[in-house]
Each structure stands twice: as C-alpha cells, then as structure tokens.
C-alpha cells in the first residue's frame, strides 16, 4: 500500500483527484473511500438508487490508475459465476487427445490453472499490480443470503478457496467496495467485513455542479432549474423519486432538443427521462408541472412558463396529455 500513500496522502488529495475526474464527493465520502484505499478495507456503499454508488468506484479507479472489475449481482448468482469456471470442452478436448494417444489423463492435469476460467472475484484477486484493482461488487442486495455467505473469506482475507487447487491469496489485495439500494438488510457478518457509508442525495446547488460536469453543454441556468425540478419532483408522492442519474439524463435531454430553460412545454417532452412509472407520471402531471419547474403562478394560464388566465400562451396545456394522446416522448435518454 505504499504506492498508494503516495499517491493518496491525505483525503484533501483525494478529493481533489476526483473532483479532477469529474466525481464531486463531499468529505465524508472522500474520507470512507479513502480509508477503504489506505486500510485495504472493503466498503459498503448504501443510498438510494442513482446517487453516486457504481460511479464513486469507477471515479476511484480512475483516481488509482488501475482497473475496474465488476460483479453485477443478481438473484440466483452463485459461487461460480461470480468466483471461477472449469472450462469444460477444453478438458474434454484434452481427455480425447488423450485417449487417442493411448495415455490416460490425470486429474491433477485437467484441473489446473491452463483450464480455469476466471470470473470477477478471481480475477480481482489475481491483479498483478502494480497497483490493486478496484473490486466493485453492485447491488450485493440483490443477491442471496447464501451469496453473501461465501463472500466472507473475500472480504475478510483477500482470499478464496478452490477445491481443485487450495486457497488463492491476491498478490495485490483489491480495493472492494460495494453497493447496495437496500431492498433488502444485508447479514450483520458481511456488515461487520465492511467500512460502512450512506450516500445522501444531495442539495440542488450539489447536483446541479454535477450536471454542469456531466453536461457541459447545459447552461448554468438550466442545470439549476434541472436540479431544482428533480428536487421538487422527490418531494412527492412517487414509487421510484428520481435521483442524479435521472437528473443528468434529463438535462442531457433537453440540451439535444436544444432546450434553453426548463419550462412546461419542455419538461412534459422529456418527463419520461426522469420518471420511469406511468403512475409517477400521472402523479407528476396532477401536482401540475408548472409548480414542478417553478414557473410563477398567478392563475390558470401559462405564458411561456408563467401561469397567468385559463389560456396557454406560447406553450401546450400544463399537465401534459393523458396515456394515448400525442407530444409526450417517455423514452430514455
């Protein structure tokens, strides 16, 4: 971890190094990552889902100059796919060349490392440096109880056992961190492996730094009333409330239709970047989309994107049209 220290002094280091690869993390962030870095400790990354969690490993790798590997996890994942595999017509093509030699094979010969198949825990273990890799196992929540079991000795000891050939210990322990959306609580066991962080959804100011990154083309402007939408739009009653991945697709969205502010007109052609349930956008559009990016109310009417009479000027109908009707696009950007 050597390389590491100098690389990473302190966590002011850190944090300025990703703030230099696009990742803006405030100090408590900067200061678990950190020390997951220098302690060679794993971290749990918790948060609602688009806050910063997968892009906060893939920022630290870039910051470490080494690779990302990635175990996306999922219901049914087992040891094998997540760990190694036997490759099984290589073998079976060695038994034959065997047999056609008149040789019997040996066990110890077909099982070796010439016929392993590294998947992502292995091959983070087995990273040959000079520095460690970063080890990004993603939404560990949606994986099984027995899943997390078998993570133990990974995240205890840098190391995994194959039965064929013995424990395999990393030359270069990886940087581990992992994420979770909390759809379900993890076992206290993988908890108490862990460094532990949650991830806030931050402040409008926050998130609209982050667009402008993440979108240079957007003004200034819109990337606040971008940020100020999405903020407004969490603040009601919604299945999947948006978080900063949805603001990001959003205001990339309007910068390709050429979109020079957020108004009413604007926000109901793109609604479908931000939310992704039509029962969200049925709560969006009976919240009234004027309130949702903050155009001034004095009335029923919209002028541009201020509400004035009962008469739309310069703009459709706030709300949007209903499910069927046309000028809605609620494909993903």
Known sequence: MSDLAELLPDVTALLTALDEV????DEPLGTALFLAARMGQPILLEGEPGVGKTEAAKAL???LDT????LQCYEGLTSAE?????????????????EARGEAPREADLFSDDYLLERPLLAALEHPGPRPAVLLIDEVDRGDDEFEAFLFELLAESAVTIPELGTRRAAYPPVVVLTSNRTRDLHDALKRRCLYHWIDYP?????????RRRVPEASTRLAAQVAAGVDRLRGLDLA??????EAISWASALNVLGATELDVTAARQTMGTVLKYAEDLQAARA???????????????????????????????????????????????
Do not use: C, F, H
């Not at 997540?82 to 065997?98: C, G, K, S, V």
């Not at 402040?203 to 667009?211: F, L, M």
């Open 82 to 98: 997540a760990l190694y595999e036997w490759n099984y017509p290589r073998q079976l093509l060695a038994i034959r060349l065997a």
């Open 240 to 245: 999947k409330p948006p978080g900063i991945a």
């Open 22 to 25: 696009s990742y803006l993390a």
């Open 67 to 70: 690779p990302m590997i990635r």
């Open 287 to 333: 919240a009234d989309l004027a309130t949702v990016v903050g155009s001034t109310v004095v009335g029923s009417t919209v002028v541009g994107s201020t509400v004035v009479g009962s008469t739309v000027v310069g703009g459709p109908v706030v709300g949007g049209p209903g499910p069927g009707e046309a000028g809605r696009d609620s494909s993903d950007a």
């Open 61 to 63: 790798a870039q910051v």
């Open 203 to 211: 402040d409008a100011s926050r998130v609209a730094a982050i667009i």
